[in-house]
């Protein structure tokens, strides 16, 4: 299995550019979540979703949709980058609700 | 909200030194989880405990429901400990509305391990 993959590793958008931030798992979880983290800051919830067709917000969900339309991809989009979205960004997945999670290699992005 | 204070921030040891890294959170908890981020950025889950103590290999952790507070222990450290700690909780009133999969994540303790 490769557990949980992100594509791409790094991203450099200008101000205004959109782009789409993928992850795929294949361990048939059904939960999965999108997070950002900030130098000096713990991990920060921004959407997560409990299965195909079912997403929600979380604690920073302002500039950021996302879509699970199969169990294996929940990819998260940047519609109008801001230099407030540089981060790195990481999915995560679990198999039960109060399971442990996995996460991705994580994606550097930077908007200047 | 949860709010989870890890100490210290850094910590700097010699190896084979004996580490211990806290965690602290302020309102009931579902579980507990540590996780470990290495310098390139990957994170991985190293526990996930509800009450008790869980030992894996050299590490150890422990938690105390009652007192809201969790540590994680190394033995005999390793360079190659060295790498970022954090501490998440789930669930229990006041974190992300009691959801059990919903994490709140401390701000990591930095752990350098010198040979």
């Known amino acids: 299995n490769a557990g949980v993959t992100q594509t791409p590793k790094f991203r450099i958008l200008k101000i205004g550019q959109s782009m789409t931030l993928q992850c795929t798992q294949d361990?048939?979880?059904?939960?999965m979540y999108w997070y950002r983290q900030d130098p000096g800051m713990g991990l920060k919830l921004i959407y997560y979703?409990?299965?195909?067709?079912?997403?929600d917000k979380g604690e920073v969900p302002n500039g950021y949709n996302v879509s699970r339309s199969t169990t294996e991809d929940f990819p998260l989009r940047l519609e109008l980058a801001a230099p407030s979205q540089t981060s790195v960004y990481f999915c995560a997945s679990s198999l039960a609700q109060s399971g442990g999670q996995f996460f991705g290699p994580g994606t550097r992005l930077t908007v200047l | 909200k949860n709010e989870v204070e890890q100490s210290p921030q850094n910590l700097t040891a010699q190896e084979g030194e004996f580490i211990t890294i806290n965690c602290s959170y302020s309102v009931g908890i579902s579980a507990l989880h540590w996780l470990q981020q290495h310098p390139g950025g990957g994170i991985v889950s190293l526990f996930m405990?509800?009450?008790g103590k869980k030992k894996h290999g050299r590490l150890i952790a422990t938690i105390n429901i009652q007192e809201k507070h969790s540590s994680l222990h190394i033995t005999a450290s390793h360079p190659r400990d060295s790498a970022v700690y954090i501490c998440?909780?789930?669930?229990?009133?006041?974190?992300?509305?009691?959801?059990?999969?919903?994490?709140?994540f401390g701000k990591g303790t930095l752990l350098t391990v010198n040979p």
């Open positions: 998440a909780v789930s669930g229990g009133m006041g974190n992300s509305g009691g959801s059990n999969y919903k994490l709140t």
């Open positions: 405990l509800s009450s």
């Open positions: 979703s409990v299965g195909a067709g079912i997403t």
């Open positions: 361990m048939n979880h059904n939960y």
